[in-house]
C-alpha cells in the first residue's frame, strides 16, 4: 500500500498518477471493508482526511497537481454515481430513471398548470426616497408531473438540493430590485412529491421590490403596493399560473405591524405580461398601506402651529419695544425655516410632488413672515405719526387736495357756474379759504362765459350767413354740462374715499387688527386644509 510520501514526487506522468490513484482507492476501499469508492470517499470526507493516504489534509504532503487531480477524481466518481442513481433509495431511483429535467411535465399535452400561494413573514422597510419596500416572502408552487407518479399513500419529502434533479418552474419577481434565497443553515427549499405526481416547491426569499407611490396627500396618503409573478420563458401554451386559493392564497398580513403603515386591503389578479417574444403568464398581489399620522401631526404640525401662534405674542408687545419684536419675529422665521428643512429630509430631493405637508409648513412660514412685515408696517406709520395731531393734518391734506382737483376740473369746464351751483354744498364742510377760491373761479368764470356769449351775438349778426347756421346749431345746455361735472365728481369721491382707506391715523390700530385677524384667518385656512385632504 502506498504512503503519503510516494506521491510527492513528480517522476511519474500524469496518467500514470490518475491510474496509481485510481488503484490506491480501491485497495483503500477494501482495506475499510467498503464495497463502492463513493463511500470510502464520503467517509473520508467527513472525517476531513485525504484519500490516498488516509491522514489529515493539513498532514498530507502531496503537490498541488496530485491535490487538483484528487478532488476532480473525488467530484467525477460522486456525479457519476449520483447519476446512475447508487446513492438514491429505491423509490427515488424508480421515480428519477428516465427522467429528463429539461422537458416540462405535459410536454405534448398541452401547458402544465401551476398553483401559487404566499406567505408575508415581514415588511421590513418601506423607503419613499428609493420608492420600494423589501419583503421576506415563503413562495409555494404545486403543479403535477405524471413521471414522478408512484404508489403509496404518503408523500416523499426530500433534501432541497435535490431539485436540481427535478423540472420547476421559472419563476420570476418582475419589479425586484434585489433578491436572496436564504441559505443559513442550509438553503431554505422544500421539495416534497406526493403519490399523485404533484410537487410542492416552497422558498424563503428576501426582496426588495418597487413601488410607485403618489406622495401628493403626504402625509395624509395611501399607497398600493404590488407584488407580481412571472414566468420568464414559457409562454402560456406552455405554462400557466393561477392563485391557489383565490385571494385566500396570500396569508401573513393580519397579524403583520409596521412603524408607519397599516394594511388596509390586499386581493390578488392575474393577467398575461405581452412582449415581443410572446405572451406570459402573469399573477398580481396587491395590497394598499394607509399612513398613520399621528407620528407627523406631533413631529410637524403641532410644532408649526406653536410657532405661528408664538409669532402672534408681538402683536401686545408694544412698539416701541423694536429689540423685542425684531427677536420674536426672527427667531420663529428661523425656527420655521429649520423645521421645513427637517421635515424634507426623509423624502425625495428631487420630488415633482407639491406634498401636503409642504402647503402646511408653507402656510405657517406665510402667517410668521406676515408677523414680521406687520411690525415693519406698524413701526413705518409710527415714525410718521408722531404726535396727536396726525388727524388733522390728514384733513387738510385731504382738503388741499381737493381743491386743487376742483380748480382743475372747473377751468377746464365750459359751464363753472353749474359745477359751483350743484356741488357747492360739498364745499361747506371746508374752511373759508376753500370756500372763497371756490367762489372767486366761479364768478370769475361766469364773467368769462357773458363776454363769449356777446362776442358771439355781435359775430352773428355782421355776418347774415352765419345766423341760421348758429340758430340751427343748439348750445350746451345745463343738464349736458351736469352729467359731465357729475360723472368727474364721481370719480374725485372715490379716489379721496380710497386714500382715506388706506391711510391709517392711529398706527396702534395695526397691533389692534392683527390680533383678531390673523387667528381667524389661520383657523379659516387650517379648515380649508384639512377638509380638503382627508376628505378628497
Excluded at 423694536?322 to 426623509?346: D, E, K, N, Q
Excluded at 413701526?379 to 381737493?402: E, I, K, W, Y
Aim: charge should be neutral.
Amino acid at each position: 500500500m502506498f504512503s503519503g510520501s510516494d506521491y510527492t514526487s513528480n517522476k511519474h506522468p500524469f496518467q500514470s498518477d490518475r491510474n496509481l490513484i485510481l488503484i490506491e482507492l480501491r485497495s483503500r476501499c477494501l482495506h475499510e471493508g467498503l464495497s463502492r469508492q463513493s463511500d470510502y470517499l464520503v467517509a473520508c470526507k467527513r472525517r476531513r482526511c485525504d484519500p490516498l493516504s488516509g491522514v489529515p489534509r493539513r498532514e498530507a504532503r502531496l503537490t498541488r497537481p496530485l491535490q487538483n487531480l484528487t478532488r476532480l477524481l473525488e467530484n467525477s466518481l460522486l456525479s457519476a454515481e449520483v447519476k446512475d442513481g447508487e446513492i438514491l433509495p429505491p423509490t427515488i431511483q424508480k421515480l428519477m430513471k428516465g427522467y429528463n429535467k429539461y422537458l416540462r411535465p405535459f410536454f405534448d399535452n398541452g401547458p402544465v398548470t401551476v398553483g401559487m400561494s404566499l406567505d408575508i413573514a415581514s415588511i421590513d422597510t418601506i423607503s419613499e426616497i428609493n420608492m420600494d419596500y423589501t419583503a421576506t416572502i415563503f413562495l409555494r408552487q404545486r403543479w403535477t408531473d405524471e413521471r414522478l407518479v408512484f404508489e403509496g399513500n404518503k408523500s416523499l419529502s426530500l433534501d432541497g438540493r435535490l431539485v436540481e434533479l427535478l423540472w420547476v418552474p421559472d419563476t420570476f419577481i418582475v419589479d425586484s430590485k434585489k433578491s436572496f434565497l436564504h441559505d443559513i443553515t442550509v438553503e431554505n427549499r422544500l421539495i416534497r412529491i406526493f403519490p399523485n405526481g404533484t410537487v410542492l416547491y416552497a422558498l424563503r426569499i428576501t426582496t426588495t421590490v418597487a413601488c410607485n407611490m403618489d406622495l401628493t396627500k403626504y402625509p395624509m396618503d395611501k399607497q398600493t403596493c404590488t407584488l407580481q409573478l412571472e414566468s420568464w420563458g414559457y409562454n402560456v401554451n406552455d405554462v400557466m399560473f393561477n392563485w391557489a386559493r383565490g385571494n385566500e392564497s396570500v396569508s401573513g398580513l393580519d397579524t403583520l405591524r409596521l412603524a408607519q403603515y397599516t394594511v388596509e386591503d390586499h386581493y390578488t389578479s392575474a393577467s398575461e405580461a405581452v412582449y415581443e417574444t410572446g405572451n406570459y403568464p402573469r399573477l398580481i398581489f396587491h395590497f394598499e398601506l394607509k399612513r398613520s399620522i399621528l407620528y407627523f401631526i406631533l413631529e410637524t404640525y403641532v410644532p408649526s402651529s406653536l410657532l405661528v401662534v408664538l409669532s402672534w405674542v408681538s402683536f401686545w408687545i408694544s412698539q416701541s419695544s423694536v429689540p423685542a419684536r425684531i427677536c420674536i419675529g426672527v427667531t420663529t422665521v428661523l425656527t420655521m425655516t429649520t423645521l421645513m428643512m427637517g421635515a424634507r429630509t426623509s423624502l425625495p430631493n428631487a420630488n415633482c410632488f407639491i406634498k401636503a405637508i409642504d402647503v402646511y409648513l408653507g402656510i405657517c412660514f406665510s402667517f410668521i413672515f406676515g408677523a414680521l412685515i406687520e411690525y415693519a408696517v406698524a413701526h413705518f406709520c409710527t415714525l410718521h405719526h408722531p404726535d396727536c395731531n396726525s388727524a388733522l393734518m390728514v384733513r387738510d391734506g385731504q382738503r388741499t387736495a381737493f381743491i386743487i382737483i376742483i380748480i382743475i376740473i372747473t377751468l377746464c369746464s365750459s359751464s363753472s357756474s353749474v359745477v359751483f351751483s350743484v356741488y357747492g354744498h360739498h364745499m361747506h364742510d371746508c374752511e373759508e379759504e376753500m370756500n372763497g377760491i371756490v367762489r372767486t373761479i366761479a364768478s370769475n368764470s361766469s364773467r368769462a362765459k357773458r363776454r363769449r356769449d356777446s362776442v358771439s351775438v355781435s359775430t352773428g349778426a355782421g355776418e347774415p350767413g352765419l345766423g341760421p347756421a348758429s340758430e340751427d346749431k343748439p348750445a350746451e345746455g345745463p343738464p349736458e354740462a351736469f352729467s359731465r361735472c357729475a360723472k368727474n365728481m364721481s370719480i374725485l369721491r372715490k379716489i379721496l374715499r380710497s386714500i382715506n382707506c388706506c391711510h391709517v391715523e392711529n398706527p396702534h390700530y395695526i397691533d389692534n387688527y392683527s390680533r383678531l385677524t390673523f387667528p381667524l384667518s389661520f383657523v379659516f385656512v387650517n379648515l380649508l386644509y384639512w377638509t380638503y385632504y382627508l376628505y378628497f
